[in-house]
């Protein structure tokens, strides 16, 4: 979805690699289909709470 849209960079102000628009399109969907709200802020902390979670499960960080 986000990927396909041809405007994505520019409305981003931001260039980001094919890997990250993929995922953007796969939270942006699963957000979509359990209406859940689909801004590019809830997007980001999707985004940003699967990756702490990873840190987490390979022992990177600690969760305090």
């Known amino acids: 979805m986000a990927s396909e ?3 994505a960079p520019k409305q981003l102000g931001l260039r980001l690699p094919g890997e990250t628009m993929e995922l953007i ?12 709200a689909t801004t590019i802020a809830a997007i980001v ?3 940003i709470g ?4 990873q840190l987490v499960d ?3 960080i600690s969760d305090k």
Do not use: L, N, T
């Open 5 to 7: 849209h041809p405007d």
């Open 25 to 36: 399109s796969a939270i942006q969907e699963h957000r979509k289909q359990s209406s859940q």
């Open 45 to 47: 902390e999707d985004a």
């Open 50 to 53: 699967a990756y702490y979670d």
């Open 58 to 60: 390979e022992g990177q």
